[in-house]
Structures are given as C-alpha cells and as structure tokens.
C-alpha cells in the first residue's frame, strides 16, 4: 500500500501519499478491486484491476491516471532539437509556430533552451472563441534566489531586463521558477492555421552572465523585440543549447479539446556564421498527467513536425520517437528578413533603436537588364531582391 491514514496537525484528517510525499485531503475512486485509501490515482496501484472508477489505466506505459475529463490536465507533449554539428556555438535561433486547434490554457512554446522559454498562449476561451485572448512571452530564469523571499539575494544571481520591447510588459518571472518575462497581450493570437516565427539571440557578457533576446513575428505585421535579459550562466555555457518546444494545457478545463501545434523547420546559426536548418526532432510526453491521448507527427505538405495532445487525439507516436526534416535549400522569407537586420539588432541599445531597426528596408538591389529575344527585340529580366546574409557591415541595412 502507498497510502497510510493520518491526523495532520490543524489540517484535519488527510491520507498521505508516498508517490508524491504529499497529504491529500480524501481519498479517490479506485474502482471496486483497487484500495480504498489511496490519495491519488497513482496509489491505486498499477494494473488494470485495481485502475478503475475515478482512474484510468494507461496502456502506452501500465501507468494509473486521473479519468480524462475536463476536470484534469492533459500530458504536455514536447520536441527536442539535434544542432547541426558544424554549428559548434548556436548564437540564433528561428523558429516557425503554427497551431493546429488550440483551446484555454494552452502554451505554444517554440524557442526553449537551457537558459528559458519563448512562445505564444491562448490565456482563456475555447476552440470558437474568436477573437482569441492571446500572448506572446519570452521568459529567462535566473539563479533562483527569490527576492519575495529574501530581500538580500546576491544581485549577482538575479536576472535583469536590459531593453524592454514597445508595448511590452516586463516583470519577474513567478510561477515557475525566478527570473524575468516580458509579453504583450493581443487578439491575434493563436489563430489556427497562421504562420508565427520567433527567433532568440544568446551573447556572453562579463562576470559569467549572458544576454538572452527574444523576437517575435506575425504574417502581416513587422518583426517586434519582446525583451533583452541578462542573467547568470551558473555554470552553463553562453550559447545556445539543450533547445525544445512543447504544447501544454497549464491548467484543467476544456481539456476534451485537442491542443495541436507543428514546429519548423528552425534555423541556427553561430554568431556570424551561415544559417543551418534543424534536421532531427525527438518527441516525448510527460506522464504525472493523464497521456491518453497525446501524438507526435510528421506533416509532409509543410515540412514540419506536429505535436498534440488531449481531446480526440489518437496515440501513434513513440515514446522519444525522432523525426526528421526534409532538407530545404533556401531560408524562409521571414528568416531572410531578419538575417538582413542582426547588424542593426546587435548595435541597437534601445527599444527604439530597434524598433527603427525593423522599419528600416533591407538592402537589396536589381539583377538584370534588357535581353535580347528571338525577334531581336528587348524584355526585362525579372527583378530579384537580394538580401544580406548575416553581414557584419554598415552596408547591410539602410533606414528609411
């Protein structure tokens, strides 16, 4: 048995659970065969016979779980990326979102790291709600000390808000863990169906800091700075790694909807090196959740890999199942303009600086001339826009 009764002093009486070393106030339905005392559905022990009534038994791994119902949460589902090995420091990241179905409490997360998160959510609502009560975050942790709790934390483990982006909201951290986070809420978002990219920038800075930035664009729009944060390495390299993204419902409700959402192809690149697409993804799920229903694939039309979870979802899917893009030879639009502007990206010191950064056209230039045809006379070749590739000079960019 997991589950011995006890008197929890001026808590009243309370089952403790030795699967999660808590105290849980009553007891579940374990079924007719399953132990009358268990706190939580992982107590119910895990079989079939004894995983019944208010528990579901989970055949992908003979694990117990709440009944799925729009009363639980359902798995988070996640993708982890393999670096291309000739980009030794990853300094940029693109990434392409695009929900599938989405719902309240969703988090859309693409740019994830060693060092935080980044991503789109839709805070309320449900699959009809139109508009959609949206966010875009970006989230750096620090080195844990919570100044909540101890007003003298060491500033040198603290992360810091360098440039707030326009209209952005930038605030500590909370919920969980301790750092920094700057969003800006909007109707835009998530829209099924639409196209967003977020890109990340690592740098190294003194003192064994480093300085995390986070972009954001929407089909229709011009990109747009979230925020610059400089936090401590604790130990960590400066660059970029241990990158992934995931689909997760934060909190119970509507969870008989699904929640689906493809990723990429994402772009790295060294600081001041080529861009190099993302090859491998792996996919897994959590499991304290119910995982019933939760799915990775690979979607042929857009080149992408899509995860999903709760609702109708059907498992297919391995555990820690790797996909693997197609190979594309040429970037994105979206990742040519913004390649074109690091220059000014990296110089600017101001969400203003930015911002103009952004308003600015990229430098191109025409190719062609007049053509002779058949009959002697003249057509014009078709006008191509060249865009610099990670250019470190005052010529890749002119302002309006």
């Not at 808590?22 to 119910?44: E, F, K, L, R, Y």
Request: net charge negative.
């Amino acid at each position: 048995m997991n589950l011995t009764p006890l008197i929890s002093s001026g808590n009243g009486i309370c089952m403790w659970s030795t699967s999660t070393s808590t105290c849980i106030d009553s007891a579940v339905d374990c079924g007719p065969s399953g132990p009358t005392n268990a706190a939580t559905c992982d107590d119910c022990g895990n079989t079939q016979t004894s995983c019944q009534g208010e528990c579901s038994f989970n055949t992908l791994d003979n694990t117990c779980r709440p009944e799925f119902s729009n009363d639980v949460r359902t798995a988070s589902v996640h993708l982890t990326y393999t670096v291309p090995s000739d980009v030794t420091e990853p300094a940029w990241w693109f990434q392409r979102i695009q929900p599938v179905s989405t719902s309240s409490a969703t988090y859309f997360c693409g740019v994830g790291n060693s060092y935080g998160y980044g991503g789109i959510q839709q805070v309320d609502g449900d699959s009809r709600s139109s508009p959609p009560n949206g966010k875009v975050i970006f989230s750096i942790w620090d080195g844990g000390c919570d100044q909540d709790v101890d007003p003298d934390c060491d500033p040198n483990t603290l992360a810091a808000t360098l440039i707030c982006g326009t209209g952005v909201t930038c605030t500590d951290f909370g919920g969980e863990g301790t750092g920094r986070k700057s969003y800006f809420s909007t109707d835009q978002v998530p829209v099924v169906g639409q196209e967003y990219f977020m890109a990340v920038h690592a740098e190294p800075a003194s003192n064994d800091r480093v300085k995390m930035t986070g972009y954001f664009y929407s089909q229709g729009t011009s990109w747009k700075l979230l925020s610059k944060i400089d936090t401590n390495r604790s130990g960590k390299d400066w660059y970029l790694s241990g990158l992934y993204s995931f689909v997760e419902q934060w909190t119970e409700g509507n969870t008989l909807e699904p929640r689906d959402s493809t990723y990429g192809p994402s772009w790295i690149s060294g600081e001041g090196g080529e861009w190099k697409q993302v090859i491998k993804a792996q996919y897994d799920y959590g499991t304290p959740e119910n995982h019933e229903h939760v799915n990775g694939y690979y979607n042929v039309e857009g080149n992408n890999v899509g995860i999903a979870t709760g609702g109708d979802i059907e498992p297919v899917a391995t555990q820690f199942q790797v996909f693997e893009y197609n190979e594309e030879g040429e970037m994105p639009e979206a990742l040519v303009d913004f390649s074109g502007r690091v220059e000014c990206l990296v110089a600017g010191t101001t969400a203003e600086e930015i911002d103009e950064c952004f308003e600015g056209e990229v430098e191109g230039g025409e190719e062609g001339g007049e053509e002779g045809g058949d009959e002697g006379g003249g057509r014009k070749k078709e006008k191509k826009k060249r865009v610099t590739i990670l250019r470190r000079t005052t010529t890749a960019l002119r302002l309006k």
